[in-house]
């Protein structure tokens, strides 16, 4: 099992362009999450997802888009690029379906975003 | 609103016991209480978790006290690649997911 992959690793963007996070994980799990780490500070959620066909706003979802694809597979958009949004984005997926649920998340490798 | 504090940073040497604790109020009664491992350059990897009194798994212990109001991971001899940040994570009572700010543990030879 791949456990929990993301695409693309490293990407940089100029201020005002669009781009799309790609997330899937092969475990079955019901949950889904967004964060985003900037250097040397803690997890920020962004936006989760419960269940296929659910999605809920995090603790900073502004600028940001997500779309629960399938069981699968969640992606979160940048529709306009800012210098604020360079940071660490890790997805994450959890068994549980309630989505705020503290049961174990298993986390992707992260990819690591710079907006000129 | 639940908050967690930790501390920023500790130092510790090989073969020593470390404590971390995280205080945490405000926390849902029925979820639990979740630790967190981050090497630099990785996504965090679980390492423990438990509702109350003592969890222990093959590399650490949680013990948590019956008011619930902090935790604390213990890291029987730790090594130099235990060497990592730590983080709590809880649920509060509006089950919103809460994590700590992370501990940067440190191990000297």
């Known amino acids: 099992n791949a456990g929990v992959t993301q695409t693309p690793k490293f990407q940089v963007l100029k201020t005002g362009q669009s781009m799309t996070l790609q997330c899937a994980q092969d475990m079955n799990h019901n949950s889904m999450y967004w964060y985003r780490q900037d250097p040397g500070m803690g997890l920020r959620l962004i936006y989760y997802s419960a269940s296929e066909g659910t999605t809920d706003k995090g603790e900073v979802p502004n600028g940001y888009n997500v779309s629960r694809l399938n069981k699968r597979e969640f992606s979160l958009r940048l529709e306009s690029a800012a210098p604020s949004q360079t940071s660490v984005y890790f997805c994450?997926?959890?068994?549980?379906?309630?989505?705020?649920?503290?049961?174990?998340?298993?986390f992707g490798p992260g990819t690591r975003l710079t907006v000129l | 609103l639940a908050k967690t504090t930790q501390p920023i940073s500790m130092d510790s040497y090989e073969g020593q016991e470390v404590n971390i604790t995280c205080s945490h109020n405000?926390?849902?009664?029925?979820?639990?209480i979740t630790w967190y491992q981050q090497f630099p350059s990785q996504g965090p990897r679980f390492i423990i978790q438990?509702?109350?009194?003592?969890v222990t798994n093959e590399v650490a212990s949680l013990f948590i006290p019956a008011d619930r109001k902090s935790s604390t991971l213990s890291l029987p001899r730790v090594s130099l690649s235990d060497t990592a940040v730590y983080y709590c994570?809880?649920?509060?009572?509006?089950?919103?997911?809460?994590w700590g700010a992370g501990t940067k543990l440190i191990i000297k030879p």
């Open positions: 994570l809880v649920g509060d009572k509006d089950y919103q997911l809460i």
């Open positions: 438990g509702y109350k009194t003592k």
């Open positions: 994450a997926s959890s068994e549980g379906d309630r989505g705020t649920h503290t049961d174990t998340q298993y």
């Open positions: 405000n926390i849902a009664t029925n979820d639990y």
